[in-house]
């Protein structure tokens, strides 16, 4: 790393800023992030850093800078407030899910840190927020009693695909062997909620057909579970998605 070996040298600092302002680059511009914070940690860096968070306009620079904090400074008092303050100010969804993401790997032990979580698991406007504290509420406590039917119940009240299928993979691979958890994905096709409003929209039952897919693709009721929506699910693009599963499964067992 440059600043490891030239540090010394007068013109690497202003040379590694030129690279964070200058660099077209994604990867050279996060490098340039973590050579100034892990070579210069001082309270200069630290303001630096903050600048960087709240006026640089590319996301990686941004969303680093909350790595390097969160790394660097993690002893700080300060540190956690600030990463809080983030979270619940900042307009950049990207460094709202920096911020998420580097509590719950650096404070899981707090004692707030789970409640903050699923707070912006619900609140957060933004579904790449919402899905970052997903993830890290099924990584770190899992073994948490409630978080399976808090994971259920995101599944299911979340408006956004990306957040559902987020939750659903969560369940199904964490509960796998659970008979309860198969019942669930299979109960929720069997009883939609849906009403297609535009073309390109989810449906969050195709997501859980996909989810059965990659986790019960085996399973005699999951077949069941494909003819009885090809058949009579009211959505076109539903049926016709069961439809071709079906015939992926005929020509897999022919292989």
Request: hydrophobic fraction near 40%; charged fraction near 25%.
């Amino acid at each position: 790393m440059i600043a490891q070996h030239w540090k010394s040298d007068p013109e690497i600092f202003p040379f590694l800023k030129k690279c964070i302002e200058n660099s077209q680059n994604v990867s050279v511009r996060k490098a340039a992030v973590r050579s100034i914070a892990q070579g210069w940690q001082e309270p200069d860096t630290l303001l630096l850093l903050k600048q960087y968070i709240d006026h640089n306009q590319n996301f990686d620079v941004r969303s680093t800078s909350i790595e390097m904090i969160a790394q660097g400074w993690k002893e700080e008092s300060e540190t956690l407030p600030i990463l809080k303050h983030y979270i619940h100010n900042n307009q950049n969804f990207d460094v709202r899910r920096a911020a998420v993401v580097a509590i719950a790997q650096g404070w899981k032990e707090e004692s707030e840190t789970l409640s903050l979580l699923k707070e912006r698991a619900i609140d957060d406007r933004n579904e790449y927020v919402r899905g970052a504290a997903l993830v890290a509420i099924f990584q770190g406590w899992k073994d948490e009693a409630n978080t399976i039917s808090f994971l259920k119940e995101r599944a299911i009240k979340d408006n956004y695909g990306y957040v559902q299928r987020i939750a659903l993979d969560a369940i199904a691979q964490g509960w796998k062997d659970n008979p309860q958890t198969f019942d669930f994905l299979y109960d929720n096709v069997l009883n939609p909620r849906f009403v297609r409003r535009y073309d390109s929209q989810a449906n969050p039952c195709q997501i859980i057909l996909e989810v059965m897919l990659k986790y019960y693709s085996d399973n005699p009721r999951y077949i069941e579970l494909l003819h009885f929506v090809s058949e009579q699910d009211p959505d076109t693009k539903l049926r016709e998605f069961a439809e071709q599963e079906l015939k992926n499964q005929v020509n897999k067992n022919y292989l």
